[in-house]
């Protein structure tokens, strides 16, 4: 029996364990690493399309802001009034409605004119 | 017989001690002495430094209409490296229609192998958009597109000389960069500072489809496109300003026509015209005479519009007063050998009536009255012979000649604008220093300049350069001019129903290059301004050689009507207020009003 006993490997299982789970942490991290790679230029890629989108969106607006302006410059309206594709409406007196100047905030001391009005016994 | 392992054992320890010190020395040199050396040298390898390029920034009207701005535009590039094997011909074919260029001519270019060759420039951004879908589509790679943008100037030849336009610089070519387009001529030239805007850049890797790998991206610096430059011009009164000259062209066909308005208070330019003009957008159509600034860069003898100058001298040195009586000599006065005529034989005017008349030898008395300096220092301190800083390119001073190069006569010759040569804006900068009360303002063309989102990044204010005249007198001088504008005066035809204009016409002949005068080849002239009470603005109109009659070719029969068809619909523009006429101050033009004599 001593013999025998003498001849038996013994498992290290602390050991083992340290390792697996060794294993795992650098196989994690090793995933994370590459996860996060792939993440990175996924991204990268997604960043670029939306570049791509906003400098395509922007020129579109330039341009047509460009055309709109060419379009209502003083020139091209005069030659579309003289073609008579637009034409200008004279504004009667009574139609035009002029507006009182709005009454300006004082601060401080500032006198301000007020009406009596009503005020006398 | 134990030593000799251990001798051998340390030669072998030492050789390979020695190893990796050296090995160790090496890496440190190349890892840390030499590391920017060798880093730039594989980003070189692998990455390419990429621009982005900057807008340049739009010119607009006083109220944010827009004068000359961009319009994007694509560059379409090849990359022959990366174009795929066996794809060339189907890449070629769907290439060859956008391009202008022949399947087999693009076959030749892709053959080359080079990695930059420009395909087509100048491509419209919705082509450049349907040929990425289509080469997307189509998995074709090896074409890029490089931003590039049109200046462009919605209104054509409105304010073309005050604009200017772009070109390639002179030096273009001799240095190693790629030349830009810039500012040759007006604003677009002397705002290139402000408008250009700057690159902006960043470094980047590329996988081997040409696909730029983002997350590889280094020394990322944005592009900061080119402020805004907002004018002092307003389009709606450049317009009326357009029109009149249009109309002016047509009826008298002048070589030159030139129209200024200005508000006097701030010396602000609220419209600029001349004629003949250029249409910026095609520039290889015109000629070099269409694009001067005449209102800038002609010189012109002002005539009798100087007269103001004279008379504000005298009123202002209390040499005479606005009531003091000039003898005329009945149309003839003989000095220094020579003699000086009046359109009209005077005797005793006013010095109000020697305006109003535009009398010729009352404002050489008047000028004689004051002495040579004291004449020669008002001239100067109107701010004539000196630039008037406004920001355009080329102006000019004029010619104003100091008193020891006088001759004998000049003292009678200069107060009614002769030997002198003024620039068109000079003239209406002098009017504005009568209708502010005294003083000279620097003309203003330029507001403000904003960034994309409006933020004032610059203003530019009004400038006093300096008090001419004092506030009296200018009144003084203004209530002369008012006189001009009516029946006693040379301008009625100046005159707009329901408000006191102030002015003087001008009728000068046209200086012979070859020297002395051209007969029969005036330049006429009017300058004013209204309401007189609250000037709002300053008008010049100047016809070079206008086609009218003999009898007929004057400031106030020609420019005089323009200035009124300006100012009237200038009014509007204003929302000036008429004021009821009295009635013995009406005026009824008929046909039968005989023409004014010369002025």
Redesign the interface.
């Known amino acids: 029996m001593s013999n025998r006993r003498r001849h038996t490997n013994s498992v290290p299982a602390s050991k083992l364990v340290i390792l697996f789970f060794a294993a795992i942490v650098i196989g994690s991290v090793a995933l994370s690493y590459v996860y996060y790679k792939h993440q990175?230029?996924r991204?990268?890629?997604e960043?670029?399309q939306l570049e791509r989108e906003i400098?395509?969106l922007k020129?579109?607006s330039?341009?047509m802001?460009?055309r709109i302006?060419?379009m209502t410059?003083?020139?091209?309206l005069?030659r579309k009034r003289r073609d008579g594709i637009i034409q200008l409406e004279e504004l009667a007196m009574v139609n035009i409605v002029k507006l009182n100047n709005a009454t300006p905030v004082l601060e401080g001391d500032d006198i301000r004119v007020v009406s009596n009005l009503g005020m006398n016994p | 017989m134990k030593s000799v392992p251990k001798v051998r054992i340390w030669i072998a320890s030492s050789f390979f001690l020695i190893c990796f010190f050296f090995a160790s020395w090496r890496l440190v040199h190349l890892q840390i002495t030499k590391h920017e050396h060798f880093a730039g040298l594989a980003a070189n390898m692998h990455g390419s430094p990429q621009t982005l390029p900057a807008r340049r920034g739009a010119i607009l009207d006083v109220r944010g209409e827009p004068l000359a701005m961009n319009e994007p535009l694509k560059n379409i590039i090849a990359d022959a490296s990366l174009i795929k094997a066996g794809s060339e011909v189907r890449l070629a074919a769907m290439l060859s229609p956008v391009v202008g260029l022949s399947v087999q001519q693009l076959l030749e270019k892709f053959a080359t192998g080079k990695k930059y060759i420009p395909l087509c420039k100048k491509v419209d951004e919705a082509t450049a958009c349907e040929l990425q879908v289509a080469l997307a589509s189509g998995t074709l790679r090896g074409i890029t597109f490089e931003q590039d943008a049109r200046r462009i100037y919605p209104n054509g030849n409105m304010l073309c000389h005050v604009l200017g336009f772009l070109g390639m610089p002179e030096a273009a070519g001799k240095s190693d960069t790629p030349p830009h387009v810039q500012g040759v001529q007006g604003i677009e030239k002397t705002m290139e500072d402000y408008l250009r805007g700057y690159d902006g850049f960043f470094f980047t890797e590329r996988d081997r489809k040409g696909q730029e790998i983002v997350a590889y991206r280094q020394m990322e610096k944005p592009a900061r496109d080119g402020y805004n430059v907002r004018l002092t011009v307003d389009m709606a009164l450049q317009s009326i300003v357009e029109s009149e000259l249009d109309a002016a062209v047509k009826q008298y066909n002048p070589t030159a026509a030139i129209i200024i308005l200005m508000d006097p208070k701030t010396g602000s330019i609220l419209a600029m015209g001349n004629r003949p003009s250029f249409d910026p957008n095609a520039l290889l159509e015109a000629k070099d005479e269409q694009m001067k600034n005449r209102a800038i860069i002609d010189m012109v003898e002002p005539g009798s519009t100087f007269k103001i100058v004279t008379a504000a001298a005298a009123l202002n040195e209390k040499t005479a007063t606005l009531d003091s009586t000039v003898f005329c000599n009945n149309g003839s006065f003989a000095y220094g050998g020579r003699t000086l005529r009046d359109h009209h034989g005077f005797g005793n005017l006013t010095v109000e009536d020697v305006l109003a008349k535009s009398s010729n030898i009352g404002s050489a008395k008047l000028a004689m009255g004051l002495g040579d300096l004291r004449l020669y220092e008002y001239v100067r301190r109107f701010g004539f012979g000196e630039r008037t800083g406004v920001f355009l390119p080329g102006e000019i001073n004029g010619t104003v000649h100091p008193p020891h190069k006088w001759s004998k006569i000049s003292i009678t010759r200069i107060p009614m604008g002769h030997e002198v040569a003024v620039t068109p804006l000079q003239i209406a900068t002098a009017m504005c220093v009568i209708a502010n009360g005294g003083k000279l303002m620097m003309p203003r063309i330029i507001d403000s300049v904003t960034d994309a989102e409006g933020n004032v990044v610059q203003q530019f204010d009004p400038i006093e350069i300096r008090r001419v005249i004092e506030p009296e007198t200018a009144a003084q001088i203004a209530q002369a001019l008012k006189k001009v504008v009516s029946k006693q005066g040379t301008a009625i035809l100046a005159k707009v129903p329901g408000f006191d204009v102030a002015g003087k016409t001008g009728t000068a002949q046209k200086v012979d290059p070859k020297g002395g005068y051209t007969p029969g080849k005036y330049v006429v002239s009017f300058l004013g301004y209204m309401p007189v009470e609250n000037p709002r603005f300053v008008g010049l109109v100047m016809l070079d050689d206008a086609k009218a009659s003999s009898g007929l070719n004057y400031g106030g029969l020609i420019a005089a009507p323009i200035f009124r068809q300006i100012a009237e619909k200038a009014a509007r523009h204003f929302n000036l207020e008429p004021q009821p006429e009295e009635p013995d101050s009406k005026t009824i033009l008929t046909k039968s009003d005989p023409p004014k004599k010369r002025r």
């Open positions: 990175t230029f991204t990268g890629g960043i670029k400098a395509a020129n579109q330039e341009v802001y460009s302006t060419s410059s003083h020139p091209e005069e």
